[in-house]
């Protein structure tokens, strides 16, 4: 059985720097191998190379002890010092010693030399408060207590600074992490656009062109992102085209019905239900027109919206519903004020047709933190919530108890629409003890003019 693959919550969600911070890694455990390398192959490289170089330097400097006459020793020392930098004292049981440093290639060198010297030969950073590279050998086998020291500068025996090498590989890492960054910062960057351009599709607006700059590939994205927008936006304009011309041509044939239903002289039950069917149809060709306008060119105006509230409020209770609104008031918020008169229309006129209009309507409006919350609340079987989002589709309707056979399946779809446009969202929400509530919710934007000070408190009426 495959687990999921899940990544620890501090992982970033962003590709940029999912991407960078993966690079990091790999460029640090690369840096890690890389040192390890330098550890195995060059630091014991050098190692082997300067126990060589000591043990030579023994063995020469024994070898020509033991060969020169004892009255020459002293003028073969003197040379040794000036020539070569050497130095060989004898070594006294009472000598201060100064250890040389405990480091891993001081071991090395160490354990080195007393495979090729001897396995009594130290080393030694100091003899006798003399500082230098220390070496001891015995000059004659047979005789282990005529033991000298050979000295040479310490400079010699310096292994290659590590600091000096970690360093440079920082900067070189630095560096490549830079890199790296612009790398990736090039790649997310068209993909933020085309992010936002999508959501600009979502919300029914039509987004600039992206620029078709970039690799192959991110171009080729773009190209297709542009030739789609295009597209929808054709599509858009010609659906709209085709529902406004159709609607506009079928008002003038039910106006002349009408008439003409009127003047037949038919009986006046019958007469009321043919003007009912009339008045139905003309009301979704109504919704057909309203689906159909261009709401997002309407010039943005500085709009009351308790007192929008208000008028629609009053106007249905003139038609007999009951409608009860509770509206804070706002200071002016710039909205396309009739577009969203309409939306606010057709969730009541949705309440009325499902709920009843002996039932009552609860409408409201309320600040929620940084969001303004109109909400429409009805009494009527409320809908499943798997529903939910297939209802805010064009043309759907529920085909179960909350559904009829009027309506053209637009409402929703119009509201949905429309709160888009003003950068909200449009929910749903069963309510409980039964009933529907639906909510346009806005983004509560400063005031557009004059100040906040003296507005009234909450508006409620019956």
Sequence with gaps: MRLPLTLPKPWPRTLLWRSFLLIAMLMGLSLLAWFQIYKQISIRSRTEQTAQMLASAVNLTRSALLAADATRRGLLLVQLMSQEGLRVYPAEPTDLVVEAEDTGFMQDLHEALQRRIGPSTRIASSVEGEEGFFVSFVLDDAVPEDEYWLMLPAERIRAGTLAGWIGWALIVLLLSLLGAWLLMFSVSRPLKS?????????????????????????????????????????????????????????????????????????????????????????????????????????????????????????????????????????????????????????????????????????????????????????????????????????????????????????????????????????????????????????????????????????????
């Design 194 to 462: 085309l992010e936002h351009a999508a959501r600009m599709v979502g919300q029914g607006e039509l987004p600039p062109a992206l620029p078709e700059r970039g690799p192959r590939e991110l171009r080729a994205v773009a190209e297709a992102f542009n030739q789609m927008s295009h597209d929808l936006a054709q599509l858009e304009s010609d659906r709209a085209l085709i529902l406004a011309g159709v609607s506009h041509d079928l008002r003038t044939p039910l106006a002349r019905l009408r008439l003409g239903l009127e003047l037949s002289g038919v009986p006046d039950t019958e007469l009321e239900a043919m003007s009912t069917d009339i008045d139905d149809m003309d009301r979704i060709i109504g919704q057909f027109l309203d689906f159909a306008r261009d709401t997002q060119a309407v010039e943005l105006l500085e709009t009351d919206l308790a007192g929008m509230l208000g008028e629609l409020a009053e106007r249905y209770r003139k038609r007999g519903a009951n409608i009860v609104l509770e509206a804070e008031a706002l200071p002016p918020l710039k909205l396309r004020a009739d577009a969203l008169r309409r939306a606010i229309a057709n969730l009541i006129d949705n309440a009325l047709r499902y709920g009843g209009k002996e039932q009552t309507i609860d409408v409201s409006l309320r600040r929620d933190k940084t969001q303004l919350i109109i909400e429409v609340a009805d009494q009527g079987p409320g809908i499943p919530e798997s529903q939910f989002e297939r209802l805010k589709r064009p043309f759907t309707r529920l085909e179960q108890a909350r559904s009829n056979t009027d309506g053209s399946g637009l409402g929703l779809a119009i509201v949905d629409r429309i709160t888009r446009q003003h950068g909200g969202q449009f929910e749903l929400a069963n309510r409980e003890g039964g009933g529907l509530s639906a909510r346009i919710v806005l983004p509560a934007t400063p005031p557009s003019g004059g100040s906040a000070q003296g507005v009234p408190g909450p508006v409620t009426s019956a």
